[in-house]
């Protein structure tokens, strides 16, 4: 449904001044029919390839196909195939949301019983009914993203691009676009949505990508790029304080065991020791051995690898470290114009 090639952007660059390079040779293929989720940090380049996608931002270099149309020499053709939510919309206030919607419907030239019927879905689709006769400029945001994917809706794109779609939203508005979005999905739209969300792509994507500094470091299903790092994490201790000596016994015992990789003492918690195993089964395996070997487990943890180790193997660093980064640089640079004042 869409293949980026090689896909460069960059912002700025007068005399004064660097440019920003916001896309680094970016490809990107995204399968008809799927949710997909694009994943990054503030700043990583996510809204930058979802406008260059939709047609409203031209490339340095690179190509742009959508539904097997070039975006860059038929512009209009893809546009009709999409519908694009963007991160920052300003509604109208002193209409209502059914108004907007019928202008909206008129843009598009759809015809008008067609037009009339297509807002009824939608409404019942997003659970509209309460409110979209009231003014826009009372709506909480909830109801303004439920109205933005309205109006990307009407002309029935068979590509939906939303952009952080549900930041800053309650709880309740953003389980309710969930499943708008699955219910898309289910019934053959393409989605493709961009997030700093783990747990939203986690929820959602059938398959993602990782973006970070302009480029695609990751890609393919959730469990794929789970089980590329590998089985589940354990930490495993024989008893509450444990000496070196012990734990050192214990890691060679371990070493031994078929399905286990990467035996490590962790010294700093009282010598428990982490370990990545290749299987469910492995973890009964080890109890066995190590009760025969008088070392019965005294307390035991496992868990999945998540979203977050993929990104910390891909980038060496967490989300969460690398949201903090962009944030520290935005405050220096902000401190750098507040001194020269
Ligand atoms: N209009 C612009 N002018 C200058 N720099 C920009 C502009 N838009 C985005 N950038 C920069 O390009 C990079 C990527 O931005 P963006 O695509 O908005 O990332 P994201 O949506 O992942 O937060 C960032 O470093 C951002 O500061
Ligand atoms: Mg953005």
Redesign the pocket.
Known sequence: MIELQHLS?R??GGRATAP????DDLCLTVPEGCLFGLL????????????ILCTLLAPDAGSVRVGGIDGLTDPRAVRNLLGYVA?EVAIDKILTGRELLTLQGDLYHLPRPRRDARIEELIALLGMDAWVDRRCGSYSGGMRRRLDLAAGLLHSPRLLVL??PTVGLDIESRSAIWQVLRRLRDAGTTVLL?S?YLEEVEALADRLAI?DN?RVIAEGTPTELKAALGGDRVTLRVREFSDQEEALRVQALLQGCTGVRQVVVNQAQGFSLNLVIEHEGVVEALRRQLAEADLPVFALAQSRPSLDDVYLQATGRTLMDAELA?AGSRDAKAERKQSMR
């Open positions: 952007k912002y700025g920003v390079v916001a896309l990054g940090p503030n700043g990583a380049g996510k809204t930058t390839t979802l406008r991160q952009d952080e961009s700093h973006i302009g962009v």
